[in-house]
């Protein structure tokens, strides 16, 4: 087998979402021992299959890109000769695609990489054993390696795959301070806060911050727009809140999309409540704060910056407070303001090139089994359309291609489904749970 440095490294991306085809997409580039990468990308068919427009916002391009279902995308890496799997997908998808994988019997397997989008603040033990059988399972940060491994540890499972890194997309230039200027970046999430009253709450306190300092120009940084999905639900997209705010909004401020380092390249304090942004304005150096009007809770994410040094209030923040880093959290946080994010995909790229010399790499095998989760792992792999040998299950094979006027009618109907859906979400779910209140 070729060393694999001295020409393109084939790398297939399976993403469900448009932030996880970003993380997956640049941690493909920097984890292969090569320079030269022929990219794949997969998306995976489902209520958050990125939109064109979402996928143009990411600004990461593939040598190819296409919308598939699971079982396309088994057939896929067994037709193909992919050296590296990255499997960017919410924990479920993972496990089930690592059972797909192993049953398709490949001799010559490719090398399984997966890992987190960003800040791992809930559902430890539950994501990691539903990732553990890949080959290398990265970790963003020396917080979160330690934590990796010691779930596995606990568990009695090989926890030689964690692999330390750091976010992919951290970059751009470092702040300085420009004369004249003071713009404020609320970075929204979509599912954190929850509620209504929240999510108003955190537009109220940012609206009334423009008022209060008229000469700043204070930005909503959205994710997605209404009927958009990403990695999380949004029921109560802040641009319908904000059409409802009483008193309009003032000339200072103004909702915007966009890549997220274009709009930190403008950003002198960085406000969330616990957004992954906060990691990228971080390295950058710019100014940080993490809300704790809400509370410090695990709900919330916020918890995860303990210690930071970063937790303020907007009556704090009103007041001229600025947050100043704790140098030991960012330290054990990959977030690598020091310069030493130019190496942080070393060793995971080291793993890569030694896992690609192996003759024959063992058998995927993930801790949960039929025998050691058959109260669990069925009816998951069952949902992905796969038995429990992981093989498909009868109903679920190929289909021929669709193309000209059957491809344009499954695609309606596709959009229409989605659309459906989304209505759902946004519309009819919320008034189902607020009437659950009365």
Request: hydrophobic letters at 40%.
């Amino acid at each position: 087998m070729p060393t694999r440095t001295s020409e393109a490294v084939r790398v297939a991306v399976l993403a469900d979402s448009d932030t996880r085809w970003k993380w997956g997409a640049l941690t493909a580039r920097r984890i292969a021992p090569s320079t030269s990468v022929e990219l794949s990308g997969f998306l995976l068919r489902g209520r958050a299959t990125p939109t064109a427009r979402q996928l143009a916002e990411v600004g990461v391009r593939a040598d190819d890109l296409r919308e598939v279902t699971g079982g396309e995308f088994l057939r896929a890496v067994k037709e193909g000769t992919y050296d590296v799997v990255v499997l960017a997908l919410v924990g479920g998808g993972v496990q089930a695609m690592l059972h797909g994988l192993a049953a398709l019997g490949i001799e010559r397997r490719p090398v399984v990489v997966t890992g987190y989008v960003g800040v791992v603040y809930e559902k430890l033990s539950d994501g990691l054993l539903l990732r553990h059988g890949a080959d290398v399972v990265l970790a963003n940060s020396r917080h979160d390696a330690e934590r990796f491994r010691a779930v596995y540890e606990g568990v009695g499972a090989d926890a030689s795959c964690v692999t330390e890194a750091a976010l992919p997309f951290l970059g751009g230039a470092p702040y300085q301070v420009v004369d004249g200027r003071h713009t404020v970046v609320f970075a929204v999430q979509p599912s954190v806060p929850e509620s209504r009253a929240d999510r108003t709450y955190l537009l109220r306190r940012l609206v009334e911050h423009a008022r209060l300092h008229p000469e700043r120009e204070v930005l909503l940084k959205l994710r997605s727009k209404p009927g958009e999905h990403t990695t999380h639900l949004e029921e109560l997209p802040y641009q319908k809140l904000a059409e409802k705010l009483p008193g309009g909004l003032p000339s200072n401020f103004r909702l915007v999309y966009g890549h997220m380092g274009e709009v930190l390249d403008r950003t002198d304090l960085l406000v969330t409540v616990s957004s992954t942004a906060a990691l990228e304005a971080l390295h950058r150096r710019i100014p940080t704060a993490v809300l704790t009007d809400l509370g410090v809770r695990e709900a919330l994410g916020n918890h995860h910056f303990l210690g930071s040094g970063l937790l303020v209030s907007w009556d704090r923040l009103d007041g001229g407070h600025r947050p100043v880093p704790d140098t030991d959290w960012l330290s054990r946080q990959g977030v690598a303001a020091d310069g030493s994010y130019d190496n942080a995909f070393d060793e995971a790229r080291k793993r890569v090139a030694e896992l690609l010399l192996v003759p024959g790499l063992p058998a995927l095998a993930p801790y949960y089994t039929p025998a050691t989760a058959p109260g669990y792992l069925p009816a998951l792999l069952t949902r992905h359309h796969l038995a429990p040998d992981g093989t498909p299950l009868a109903g679920a094979a190929p289909r021929a291609e669709a193309t000209g006027v059957r491809r344009l009618v499954r695609d309606a109907v596709r959009e229409v489904a989605r659309g459906a859906y989304r209505h759902g979400v946004q519309r009819v779910a919320p008034v189902i749970r607020r009437m659950g209140e009365l």
